[in-house]
């Protein structure tokens, strides 16, 4: 007979969710629970502090525009990344292997896994900070709390985000919506008037507020195929992000922004007290909960790419602990910016990733050929990654000023993609061409 362990080992390795092979086709979920389980992962503290930002430095109607140009874009760029997921079965880490290389992707691997990790603790951190400001309670022994919680859907995988999101993207969609509405009424503020309402803070220009989000955003676009390996086909993650993820994801900002209107403040811990009650506790610790435990999976996934002989659910375990202790210690603005510098180095596997995808087969090198190889790493990755990432990190903390009004999340992308293909192609263009002679 078992016992409690060997059981509680057995249950765990069940939910492993094939950390390093293709998920396999029956166990793909169908488009609205991909949509659910993304929408969840944005609807958090991140997605009011979105809502925010944009009203301390624009009008309403601007915040709006903007805020949907930012998501069509991001969109765009997690329906890509994800289809590749998609397509071949496999997490983030496994697939930058055919970019990286055999041993090259182990890059990818340890940064993400720093920036998931790091912003784990981060959002435990904020959400103890919020808590006090709202309630009551110690902040360290509330990140212990709050991190071991966040661990556990994190540790069950798939299906335990996927319960998890369910019913936080209802509760917050109606939660939100109901506390706008109300707002309206009671100030008695009609459309039109609504829509001219100035900025809260000092006026900034829309192209600016766009790189912001849409550099924040598009880090996580990067992890899509995390989520996306488990869709049935391409097409479902284009319908669910649009049909699904794009109205509920984008109520949260636009909310969130209505009630800054309502008490002339875009500091979150105002705005939050005056939502107020034990249903807007409830709200705020679930959004950060189904953000969290995605960033966890996806880290423990980056990390049993590098270490394939551990349990997934172990590392995830592990991973989690040490978060939630260092949440307890960290001066979370210092630490983000950390992090922020560390994200930099992330947005450049996207445009890699998808060169290689996307571009490459349609200049006659074949995608993944670097695998198909066997190179340990591919140096033509590793290069255009670093100086994509070193790109980003002097635009984005403003060492060089940028000339085009354009996202620098999606110049760096473009950039890398088509330096990516451009080397590739002069690298390998000869044994295309002679494959196609022969």
């Known amino acids: ?52 930002a944009v009203i301390s ?20 760029l997690t329906a890509l990344q994800g289809s590749i997921g998609t397509e071949t079965g496999l997490s983030t880490y496994m697939i930058a292997k055919q970019s990286f290389g055999r041993r090259g992707s182990h890059v990818v691997s340890l940064i993400s896994l720093i920036v998931n990790v790091g912003w784990f603790a981060i959002n ?10 709202i309630w009551f309670g110690n902040i360290p022994v509330m990140c212990i709390i709050f991190g071991f919680l966040m661990i556990i859907t994190a540790t069950i995988g798939y299906k335990g985000i996927e319960a998890l999101s369910m019913p936080t993207v ?58 996306m390996r488990f869709s049935k086909k391409k097409s479902d993650n284009f319908k669910g992000l649009y049909l699904i ?26 705005v939050m007290v005056q939502i107020g009650g034990v249903a ?31 349990r997934r659910w172990a590392v995830a375990i592990t991973l989690g602990v040490i978060a939630s202790v260092v949440a307890a210690f960290i001066n979370i603005g210092l630490y983000a910016n950390i992090m922020l510098a560390f994200g930099c180095f992330i947005v450049p596997v ?59 999340v999606v110049k760096n992308m473009i950039i890398c993609s088509l330096v990516y293909a451009l080397l590739m192609r002069a690298r390998h263009g000869k044994d295309s061409k002679a494959r196609v002679e022969a």
């Open 350 to 408: 996207l445009g890699i990733m998808i060169s290689d995808f996307f571009v490459l087969p349609r200049i006659g090198i074949s995608s993944g050929i670097s695998l198909q190889k066997n190179e340990i790493i591919n140096p033509i990755a590793i290069i255009v990654w670093l100086l994509g990432g070193i790109y980003a990190f002097v635009l984005d903390f403003q060492i060089i000023p940028t000339m085009i009004p354009i996202a620098s």
């Open 57 to 76: 430095g624009l009008s309403f109607k601007n915040s709006v525009i903007v805020l949907i140009i930012a998501f069509f874009t991001f969109l765009a």
């Open 280 to 310: 807007g506790l409830i709200m705020v610790i679930l959004g950060a909960w189904t953000s969290n435990d995605n960033a966890l999976y996806s880290a423990s996934l980056a990390f049993t790419e590098m270490f394939p002989k551990l």
């Open 170 to 227: 209802i509760y917050t969609f109606g939660f939100m919506l109901y506390n706008a509405i109300r707002v309206i009424m009671q100030d008695g503020t009609d459309f039109i008037e609504l829509m001219e309402r100035a900025p809260i803070g000092e006026p900034v220009h829309m192209s600016v507020i766009i790189s912001v989000l849409v550099g924040a955003m598009a880090a996580g676009a990067v992890n899509a195929p995390d989520v």
């Open 124 to 133: 435990v951190r904020a959400l103890a900070e919020s808590v006090h400001a």
């Open 1 to 52: 007979m078992k016992d409690l362990g060997s059981r509680i080992v057995e249950f765990m390795d069940r939910s492993e969710d094939f950390p390093t092979q293709p998920i396999p086709r029956e166990r793909r979920k169908p488009w609205y629970s991909i949509a659910m389980v993304w929408t969840g992962i944005y609807i958090s503290i991140a997605a009011i502090l979105d809502g925010l």
């Open 245 to 270: 993820g794009l109205p509920l994801a984008i109520c949260q900002p636009i909310c969130a922004i209505i009630l800054a209107l309502h008490v002339q403040s875009g500091e979150f811990a105002t």
